[in-house]
């Protein structure tokens, strides 16, 4: 930091996004085949191969083999061949590409409208903190089981990046196979001071109404929040209703109009082209609705919660159809040992008359109603379980990390969405960026169709253990579990780079990053930094809600 559950609606075909959902349970009724939770074949209930797809080849919804893209389009989740980034705070802007299939994968980066040669930024990184370094794609293809970076633009990338001039608008990455992305803001861990991290939702799962979500309310030493959307195809038409006053705001660098509290506007907008509002007065809870799907992203360049220090905020955020009406809520492991954390946590309402219930109990001041477009702030030490009366009550949660100055500059402010129960996979490929020396995953696993809960496996550490509880229900069980410690050390064979993590029922990952000033001994200074991210998530529609910018 800088000092100053079951389906409803569409998409509920059995093994959508490698999701179990239960078709024929419980009576006996027939094993439904579905896609694996990885597409590269069709699986019985059992998860027993059925049929192997080939290689440039995956699963579609109904269980015929397509084009790789084509089956992670048609699946809806963040694996996927298409993706926008856009860089918030003019340093080293990266995203990060992980490559979830077995063939070699060609990317492909445009920005303002121009085609780049990737082989000048794109790289593939080894080792951690000061003892990185950072090799070509060979033969210009990220490999099976790898992840590159992209240095997009911006100042303090790593010696010898030549990053390409910074993007008036959105980057363009395309794949010629799937991937799950993440971008960062900037590069560089602790070096950098103000970051923070996003996981990237494909073209593929935007969608055409959302609920605008900042990070945080503006406040002293901190940036305004900023909300963006970003257009995937020509002749997008965004209409926005603000909750607040909405001053002019961007259109890739053009200044356009802004509209008073309550009152429609509608922007015409052009493939790949963003549309910016930064502004003092938060727009959080204002309706979008567009004409053609279009990607949203709540920012902002640093926020304060609690004590020092200002860090980055950005997350890209879920359309309404994919938002739950259940949540899961654990933070991250408290960052010095014994100083219990009160977490902060924000619920944003999507309709009016929405009844919340919690298990166990409800936290201190959390909301027990909420209208449309209505925030709610709260605290809570220990995990809780969310819920609304049913499926057309969605609405949205975000967990927090707190400023580092009362843990020795340990982390700093970070937000990051939470994903509904209904929207966790059975399998994620993720990056840990291997900058930060502190790696914790936050794992949350549901019961599978048969009742009990399923082993959850990560490739470095096999089976993992220390599930706990959840609420009163009995639906969910929770457990941590670092990669790194202290000064980037290795917790048992696990590391930070690309891992792997799986179960035979869907779970939810959370991956946090952070600095200590365990690094200060070896030169590499990490303190006061954070980084958060949802390791995947199924975008599917799991409700049939339409929040329409009307007139307020």
């Avoid at 109603?369 to 925030?375: A, K, P």
């Avoid at 609304?388 to 949205?396: A, G």
Wanted: aromatic share 8%.
């Amino acid at each position: 930091g800088a000092s100053a559950s079951s389906t409803s609606g569409q998409g509920g075909a059995a093994g959508s996004g490698g999701v179990e959902i239960t078709v024929g349970s419980g009576g006996g009724g027939p094993c439904a085949a579905q896609c694996s939770a990885d597409l590269h074949a069709i699986v019985d209930c059992n998860g027993v191969v059925q049929k192997t797809c080939p290689d440039d080849q995956g699963c579609a919804p109904d269980l015929s083999c397509v084009p790789a893209c084509e089956a992670a389009n048609l699946a809806k989740s963040t694996v996927g061949c298409e993706y926008y980034a856009q860089s918030t705070v003019g340093w080293c802007f990266a995203a990060y590409i992980a490559n979830t299939w077995t063939s070699p994968v060609s990317i492909a980066v445009e920005s303002n409208g121009a085609s780049l040669d990737i082989s000048s930024f794109a790289r593939i990184p080894t080792g951690n903190g000061q003892s990185i370094t950072y090799a070509p794609l060979p033969n210009g293809e990220l490999p099976p089981n790898e992840v590159a970076i992209l240095f997009l633009g911006g100042f303090n990338c790593p010696a010898g990046i030549q990053s390409p001039p910074s993007a008036n608008g959105p980057v363009h990455i395309t794949t010629s196979a799937p991937v799950v992305a993440y971008d960062i803001d900037p590069y560089g861990g602790g070096s950098s001071a103000i970051t923070s991290a996003t996981l990237l939702v494909p073209t593929s799962a935007w969608d055409t109404n959302y609920v605008a979500v900042a990070p945080w309310p503006y406040g002293s030493n901190s940036s305004h929040p900023r909300l963006t959307i970003i257009a995937a195809e020509d002749g997008t038409d965004v209409t926005i209703s603000p909750t607040v006053d909405m001053g002019g705001g961007t259109l890739n660098g053009q200044a356009v109009p802004g509209t008073p509290k309550g009152v429609p506007m509608t922007y015409s907008m052009m493939k790949g082209q963003s549309l910016t509002f930064e502004q003092e007065a938060e727009l959080t809870g204002s309706p979008i609705l567009s004409t053609k799907p279009v990607g949203v992203i709540g920012a902002s360049g640093c926020i304060n919660i609690d004590a020092c220090c200002c860090d980055g905020a950005h997350q890209q955020i879920p359309p309404v159809r994919a938002l739950g009406s259940e949540y899961v809520a654990v933070r991250y492991r408290n960052r010095v040992d014994g100083m219990e954390e009160n977490a902060p946590w924000r619920i944003v309402g999507a309709v009016d008359g929405t009844v919340l219930t919690y298990e166990p109990a409800p936290p201190m001041d959390a909301p027990l109603m909420l209208n449309s477009g209505q925030i709610a702030a709260f605290r809570s030490p220990g995990p809780f379980v969310v819920r609304s009366q049913d499926d057309d009550h969605p609405f949205y949660l975000s967990g927090y990390m707190t400023g580092g100055g009362d843990f020795n500059g340990a982390g700093d402010p970070e937000f990051v969405t939470v994903i509904p129960a209904k929207q966790y996979l059975a399998e994620y490929v993720f990056f840990a960026d291997p900058t930060y020396p502190e790696t914790n995953l936050v794992i949350v696993r549901t019961k599978a169709s048969d009742g009990t809960f399923k082993d959850v496996n990560l490739d470095c550490a096999g089976v993992l253990g220390g599930f706990q509880p959840l609420g009163n229900s009995g639906n969910y069980e929770y457990t941590r579990f670092d990669l790194v410690r202290f000064n980037f050390e290795k917790q048992g064979n696990c590391d930070n780079g690309r891992r792997e993590m799986h179960s035979d029922a869907p779970f939810g990952l959370t991956v946090w990053g952070w600095g200590t000033s365990a690094t200060d001994a070896g030169g590499f200074t990490s303190t006061y930094v954070s980084y958060a991210y949802p390791a995947g998530a199924s975008v599917q529609p799991i409700n049939e809600v339409v929040v329409p910018p009307v007139p307020k």
